[in-house]
């Protein structure tokens, strides 16, 4: 792959309108401030991230983590691209790698744009609805690609139907972003049939299937092989720093939010944070923290120093693999390759995530409480968009928003309706519409 066609600000579905003039503001940050001022990405600040919604102690949202990881997927660009520079000096684009930085900290803003309401555990709501709820029962109505982007419902794929898609009343292109930006949030570059095989993710639905191609191509992003002729590319160099700064971010923070809630102990974190760095400049740091009394500002100081370490490796790492990240042989996470003691580290950090927090009794009650609601909402959108002559469907889907089409004249274009309506919900709205559903916030004047 060539960086002077990966980095392209066309835009999808306004591509007629393409013109190589430079203003004030890039293609790229224009892409930034629309998500922003977005509909979908306000939504985000009432989306679990792990831990539920804050009462008086503030935690994460997916809103708050996905700022967060801008700014660290910005600083990996900037790291990564000085140490590129020089080897580029004489190339007449070199100037393109002005935009990795807005690039990657737009792409980072809209990663998590497709995740449904209650977090991962949403995801798996919707999946399991089909796999093995109500919906198993549409498996014969679907053709084999449309049932396994249902039963492998993926957050990565619907954020890439969200911004391309052009929903009712929505101009052509969806959000009109430019075609770098898109590329760049699609860390599984395949199709849903890889990933009902596989059990692993995908980032595409088969109703943007010719869109993902379509960007692909026209970025020279590399086709790879496949013995059933399925569609897998080859990563857009860029996600790889897209993912690295969501691993650091959800890593690291969602042991500081751990630390504020009480799950883990001030010892523990500081234990864990100081592992990442060589005893020299662990006596610096405890000098540091010997100055400051407030266990959180401690824990925020080191939480800043992980980050800052991780991003210098993560940065390394990709120069020193761009070679085969350019011809798609680099198959794993940046962080996989980092040195040996911040490896181990992060993995020491990732086992007590695993043993403390995603096994919190306030998180399994987000997931268990989720599970419930997601899985009552997508059986009577399902019924309704299936049976819509009946009087109890017209009520329901009389509540949709008009931009999701639940009068598609195919199945799959209905259900996928219901989906998009499901996933773009808050946790507030979809427990606020259960509730309501459910006869249990009708209010009677005597």
Not at 4 to 19: A, N, P, Q, T, V
Not at 75 to 97: C, G, N, Q, V
Request: include cysteine.
């Amino acid at each position: 792959m060539d960086w002077s066609k990966l980095i392209c600000d066309k835009r999808f579905g306004l591509e007629e309108y393409h013109d190589n003039k430079r203003g004030s503001r890039s293609d790229f940050l224009r892409d930034y401030d629309r998500l922003v001022f977005s509909s979908p990405f306000r939504r985000l600040q009432n989306k679990t991230q792990v831990f539920p919604l804050p009462g008086s102690i503030f935690v994460h949202n997916r809103l708050t983590h996905s700022i967060e990881v801008a700014c660290v997927g910005r600083s990996l660009a900037t790291e990564a691209t000085l140490r590129l520079r020089d080897k580029y000096a004489s190339e007449p684009w070199i100037r393109k790698f002005d935009a990795v930085g807005e690039i990657v900290s737009a792409a980072c803003l809209a990663h998590d744009l497709g995740n449904p309401p209650f977090g991962h555990s949403g995801e798996k709501a919707i999946a399991t609805f089909f796999s093995e709820g109500a919906g198993a029962a549409l498996k014969e109505k679907l053709t084999p690609g449309q049932w396994s982007d249902f039963t492998c419902f993926e957050g990565n794929a619907n954020a890439f139907r969200l911004l391309t898609h052009r929903f009712n009343g929505r101009r052509p292109g969806g959000f009109a972003m430019t075609y770098s930006m898109l590329a760049s949030i699609v860390k599984y570059p395949y199709e849903s049939s890889i990933a009902a095989k596989n059990k692993t993710k995908f980032g595409f639905f088969t109703s943007e299937k010719d869109d993902f191609i379509k960007i692909a191509n026209e970025l020279g992003i590399i086709r790879l092989p496949d013995p059933d002729n399925r569609i897998i590319y080859a990563r857009h160099p860029l996600v790889y720093l897209v993912e690295a700064a969501d691993d650091i971010c959800y890593e690291v923070m969602d042991i500081e939010d751990a630390h504020k809630l009480g799950i883990l102990p001030t010892q523990t974190v500081i234990e864990r944070f100081l592992s990442f760095f060589p005893d020299e400049r662990r006596r610096k740091m405890n000098i540091v923290m010997e100055n400051v009394s407030d266990p959180n500002e401690q824990i925020s100081y080191l939480r800043s120093s992980v980050i800052g370490r991780l991003v210098d490796c993560a940065a390394e790492v990709f120069v020193e693999n761009e070679k085969l990240i350019l011809e798609g042989k680099f198959k794993d996470s940046l962080l996989d390759h980092i040195p040996e003691r911040e490896r181990l580290a992060y993995e020491e950090c990732e086992r007590l995530s695993w043993d403390r927090i995603y096994r919190a009794p306030d998180v399994v009650n987000i997931d268990l409480a989720g599970t419930s609601i997601i899985t009552f909402l997508m059986e009577k959108l399902t019924d309704a968009v299936i049976n819509p002559h009946l009087n109890y469907s017209q009520l329901l889907l009389s509540q949709v928003p008009q931009q999701y089409e639940v009068n598609h004249p195919t199945l799959y274009g209905k259900i996928q309706a219901v989906v998009d309506h499901v996933s773009g919900m808050t946790d507030v709205y979809a427990l606020d519409l259960f509730r309501r559903l459910n006869g249990m916030s009708l209010k009677i004047n005597n």
